[in-house]
């Protein structure tokens, strides 16, 4: 396996010259674009890694797979999905418009900005600390990472050039879609966004998805068979974005990116991986990720479909 993950690195790091890293928010730029690394996690515990795989990078929208679960650990089910929908959009990851054209004006996803920023406002405890302790701590649960936590210099470079997203919160408070202090939930959301882990994080939270909730290395059950199964679904059909459907098209597996270059995939049954990739396509995807992650799949035959 490490040989096979090597040569997906030395195949695909060409790719890594036709994207861009991301730039909108400052201290995302001064990423190496041309890193490239992958991390498989075996449902046996079993991991392997090649490239840059013990890189740590901004995990950003990864963070929403990890929102979800615990806003609907926190609620239930019901209460998450009567804020925020479960259907793909063709739009780009920080749009804006399907909120006002649409009825009702509930973000279309939670794998979207808006429909984050609606999962992440419900998420429990009594304060702001108290809050983003307990998603750095179930965060630190299925990845086996105690030392996880966010980057104090991302969070605040987001924080103060995150007006497109304060623009969707105040836009959803408006409609009554999040209850509480606006500029507290973006804060949270964006403390979330700024958190850091490498590949083998992000492959062992895929491994806890793709094991239908329970960690495969201690045996903790920490989300239904159910939660699972919606989580899975959600990132097969809204994951990549605008880009959701050709990836299940020509990877077909339930996959989650984020524009500091990571993407989080989850071959149910089998195994979670994770691809680091800071240089971007058009749609806020790693590039070369994209690639490592269709020729795996060939290799292995890990199409769902
Ligand atoms: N923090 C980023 C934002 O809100 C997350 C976007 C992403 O990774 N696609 O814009």
Redesign the pocket.
């Known amino acids: 396996m490490e040989n096979l993950l090597t040569s997906l690195v030395n195949n695909n790091i060409s790719y890594t010259k036709d994207g861009n890293v991301a730039s909108y928010?400052p201290e995302l730029s001064k990423t190496n674009p041309s890193d490239l690394g992958i991390c498989v996690v075996n449902l046996d515990g079993k991991e392997y890694g090649a490239g840059d795989f013990e890189k740590n990078f901004s995990i950003?929208?990864i963070s929403k797979v990890i929102s979800l679960m615990l806003a609907i650990l926190d609620n239930g089910q019901r209460e998450v999905f009567s804020k925020v929908g479960m259907e793909p959009t063709g739009d780009s990851?920080?749009s804006i418009v399907s909120l006002e054209v649409k009825n009702p004006h509930k973000p279309f996803n939670p794998m979207i900005?808006a429909g984050a920023i609606a999962t992440t406002a419900l998420i429990g405890g009594n304060t702001l600390e108290e809050k983003i302790e307990r998603l750095l701590e179930f965060t630190r649960k299925i990845t086996g990472n105690d030392n996880i936590t966010y980057n104090k210099d991302v969070y605040l470079s987001?924080k103060q050039t995150?007006n497109r997203?304060r623009a969707l919160a105040y836009f959803m408070k408006s409609n009554g879609l999040i209850d509480g202090d606006v500029e507290e939930i973006l804060d949270l959301y964006f403390r979330q966004?700024s958190i850091e882990g490498n590949c083998r994080d992000i492959a062992r939270i895929g491994a806890v998805v793709a094991n239908d909730g329970i960690i495969p290395w201690s045996g903790e059950r920490v989300i239904s068979r159910e939660v699972s199964r919606i989580v899975k679904t959600i990132m097969v059909t809204c994951g990549m974005y605008d880009a959701s459907g050709e990836f299940a098209v020509h990877i077909g597996i339930p996959a989650k990116s984020?524009?500091?270059g990571g993407i989080l995939a989850s071959v149910p049954r089998r195994m979670g991986i994770g691809v680091y990739g800071p240089a971007l396509d058009s749609k806020?995807n790693s590039i070369a990720g994209i690639q490592v992650l269709q020729e795996l799949s060939k290799e292995l035959d890990l199409s769902i479909f």
């Open positions: 928010i950003q929208s990851f920080n900005n987001e995150g997203n966004c984020g524009v500091g806020g």
